[in-house]
């Protein structure tokens, strides 16, 4: 197993060089590289909280509320998650069609959901830690994440995984299995598939107006998720290789909104509700193309992607208070309808090495165009749903939200990478991209190294980055009912959103420099330093909060109304704004080193911190002079992350034995929280300064070979049961929810423990991609 690790600073990387040669200890940009076998070490069935654990400038949503809790993404450097980009086989992935709602960093983010792709089809994952956006297009402002699937080889794989929290809740088990079969001398076909379902957990507190521990709304919903994947490919002639991959996954989850007490609706609940939020949801992504080489000198690649997501919402025992009022009926059970995401990208990519007489390499020039056609759609709900002021938990969508948006992408670029010197490296790269919807866009990046010696190199990278607003920012809707307040997501070109001061949506702008070495003193001993600085202007938030009477007259405008459970000033109403100007300052930094003990044992050692610094410089007025972020908003994007995170551990390995440990130091955070009672409840202006002290949370794994074939581990995430900070009763809703929910450490689910077993086809053999 720790061979295997140490392999990933030599592996052949294709994220963010377009050199074919080059390995992550070589790249002029900083690349981890995480392999299957460190991904599986991890025992978490999903590849999000797996790959968290593993690099520290990774960050993770702690928990979601409402749909929010299901969008499994992950995000670089202290931004948010569709400030990243998310390629799966170097083919650019479609994102979420749900936007996430949860109060927090992430706020008004729709990214990609990579629990979507089975972790058993991966082979390795290339996490790019630099701006990208002249190499890949909008999104890569904060860095790219490779996701690289099994190909070739005749080899079988299984794991099935048991446990569950040390509450005793949250059971968890996940099956997978990946075979691939040899189509002849000259292709293959690898077929994955992985079934993962969790119970939910409870973590609620006391309910404040009765007393008694019975709203367990806060904690991991229940999910169950299947997913597929297929990677194929066939050479159909001694230059050209045609293949395919494709992903397909369904996920069915439902969680708990706020109890509703007796007085509610007696006459239909009368021992009070629970409305059930509940979430089908269908993704697939299928890529085809055609490869070779002899084109007059060129490699080239053509092929085509295309990929969708669609989400329905549903409530189980709610009611609509409103409806029964006027009509003495009310469904309990309701589609509150969905949201729908397709984007079909074409590509045309060709290489040439090209000899020159005055450089010490040959100069590897890469041209390229892109084609992308992105669609979104919102479909209303049943008429139960919406009328008179809708149900509770989700007010549905009404024929008004209906949308139906398209954009189209053109996009060109090139890039240029050589040696100047036999030890100076260097590559530039420049792009043009027109949005039908957003204008024209110019990016460049420029990156270089110098080898001083074989053991130690200098490395920088200046670029400018570039993010179109997502369709989903510009046109999601979404009224959240809770038993006394309410919180509506309009969309900015909505009459609600005109009223209280939008403006039409703006891309994002950036200018990221970094700036490091890459070292290795003793053999075996491999460390890298790098430094960043980006800076983002026109960043998208969640901005123009408004509540109270102002709020109830802009949801008006639109034909919409709250329920009378909802006091005014507790009604909320945001849309998405161009809100602020930010700087992220930081420093990447990883060791490993590999001690052999002799007699076939060794012990490879790793330790790895992210620092991480994000300040607002500016803050925008809305259309009627008013701050479009107040200061918990400023907190969300400037402290709720962790100042640090650090990782240490290593991988024992001796015979059949070996033992992984590792311990993680999450930084403190700094929350401004609102307050649910007292004389500032509700308040816009008002929060409570609460620090977050720094947390460690202990990874534990001891496997054993049973035999060739078979590999038994017993581990446990968070060994000492670690929990996020307490906040104040006043700080709470209804006394449900105990824990910070917008600091960016650990989770909240505690300690969990779980078996694994692995099972190996005898005799199998695994051919890495070599394109």
């Known amino acids: 197993m720790d061979a295997k690790a140490e392999q990933g600073a030599s592996q052949v990387v294709v994220t963010g060089t377009r050199d074919p040669s080059i390995s992550a200890r070589q790249s002029a940009s900083p690349v981890v590289v995480v392999s299957a076998e460190e991904l599986r070490a991890t025992g978490q069935p999903d590849l999000r909280d797996a790959l968290q654990q593993l690099a520290p400038s990774l960050s993770r949503q702690v928990m979601g509320l409402d749909q929010s809790s299901l969008i499994n993404a992950i995000s670089l450097r202290g931004l948010t998650a569709d400030q990243t980009l998310v390629l799966v086989n170097g083919k650019r992935r479609h994102p979420t069609s749900a936007v996430n709602l949860n109060p927090g960093p992430q706020q008004g983010t729709a990214p990609v959901d990579i629990d979507l792709i089975p972790v058993t089809a991966i082979e390795r994952v290339e996490i790019l830690q630099d701006g990208a956006a002249a190499l890949y297009g909008s999104d890569a402002i904060a860095g790219v994440i490779n996701i690289i699937l099994k190909g070739a080889g005749s080899d079988l794989s299984a794991q099935a995984l048991n446990g569950q929290t040390y509450e005793g809740d949250g059971f968890t088990t996940s099956d997978s299995i990946s075979e691939g079969f040899n189509l002849g001398a000259d292709g293959h076909l690898r077929l994955s598939a992985e079934v993962v379902h969790r119970d939910r957990t409870d973590r609620s507190g006391p309910d404040t107006r009765t007393g008694l521990s019975n709203n367990p709304a806060i904690g991991s919903p229940r999910t169950t998720r299947i997913t597929t994947s297929l990677d194929a490919a066939y050479r159909v002639s001694s230059s050209v290789e045609a293949y395919a991959f494709a992903t397909y996954a369904y996920r069915d989850a439902a969680r708990l909104a706020y109890r509703r007490l007796p007085t509610v609706l007696p006459a239909v609940h009368p021992n009070g509700f629970q409305p059930v939020e509940t979430v089908s949801e269908h993704d697939f992504a299928v890529t085809g193309g055609l490869r070779g080489d002899g084109l007059l000198g060129w490699h080239w690649d053509l092929s085509t992607t295309y990929g969708g997501d669609r989400i329905a919402l549903g409530l189980d025992e709610t009611a609509n208070t409103g409806l029964y009022a006027a009509t003495g009926e009310t469904p309990t059970s309701v589609d509150i309808g969905s949201y729908r995401h397709r984007q079909w990208t074409n590509t045309l990519d060709l290489r040439q090495p090209v000899a020159l007489p005055f450089l010490a390499a040959p100069l590897t020039l890469a041209l390229g165009t892109e084609y992308r056609r992105e669609t979104y759609g919102i479909d209303p709900g049943e008429p139960g749903s919406y009328l008179y002021g809708g149900t509770e938990g989700y007010q549905g969508l009404s024929p008004d939200n209906r949308t139906s948006a398209s954009r189209d992408v053109e996009a060109a670029y090139i890039d240029l990478a050589t040696r100047l010197l036999p030890a100076w490296q260097v590559d530039l790269a420049g792009r043009y991209e027109h949005y039908s919807d957003a204008g024209d866009t110019l990016t460049g990046k420029f990156s270089t190294r110098y080898d001083v010696s074989d053991r130690f190199a200098l490395r920088g990278t200046v670029s400018n980055g570039f993010r179109a607003p997502t369709l989903a920012q510009s046109n999601f809707t979404s009224i959240v009912v809770s038993p006394t307040y309410a919180n509506a997501q309009v969309a900015v070109a909505s009459p609600a959103a005109r009223a209280l001061g939008a403006s039409p949506l703006r891309p994002e702008r950036s200018i990221n420099y970094s700036g490091g070495v890459v070292a290795r003193p003793v053999e075996n001993f491999d460390i890298t330093v790098d430094a960043y600085q980006i800076r983002i202007r026109d960043r998208i938030i969640a901005g123009g909060v408004y509540n109270g009477q102002e709020a109830l007259d802009a949801l008006r405008l639109q034909g919409v109304a709250l329920p009378a459970t909802v006091s005014p000033e507790s009604a909320t109403v945001q849309y998405y ?52 972020l107040n200061a918990q908003g400023i907190g969300y994007l400037t402290t709720a992350y962790p100042a640090s995170k650090i990782i240490v551990g290593g991988m ?32 816009n202006d008002t929060f409570r300064d609460l620090v977050n002290r720094a947390r460690w949370v202990t990874n534990l794994e001891v496997g054993y070979d049973l035999s060739s074939r078979l590999r038994a581990s017993i581990g446990a995430n968070n060994l000492f049961n670690s929990y996020p900070s307490r906040i104040p009763l ?42």
């Open 577 to 628: 704004a161009n809100g602020v100007r930010t700087r992220t300052r930081g420093l990447d930094i990883t060791a490993r080193y590999r001690t052999v003990l002799g007699a076939g044992s060794s012990v490879l050692w790793d330790a790895a911190a992210n620092i991480n610094k994000t300040k607002v410089t500016r803050t925008g007025l809305d259309r009627n002079g008013n701050p479009l």
């Open 652 to 683: 024992f390995s001796a015979d059949r034995w070996s033992l992984a440990l590792h311990e993680i130091r999450y930084g403190r955070t700094r929350s401004q929280l609102t307050y649910y009672t007292g004389p500032d409840a509700f308040s």
């Open 730 to 771: 006043e700080n709470s809703y209804i006394g449900a929810a105990r824990y910070d929910t917008s600091s960016q450490q650990l989770g909240q689910d505690g300690g969990f423990y779980y078996l694994r077993l692995n099972l190996r086809a005898a005799g199998s053999t695994n051919v890495s991609k070599a394109d």
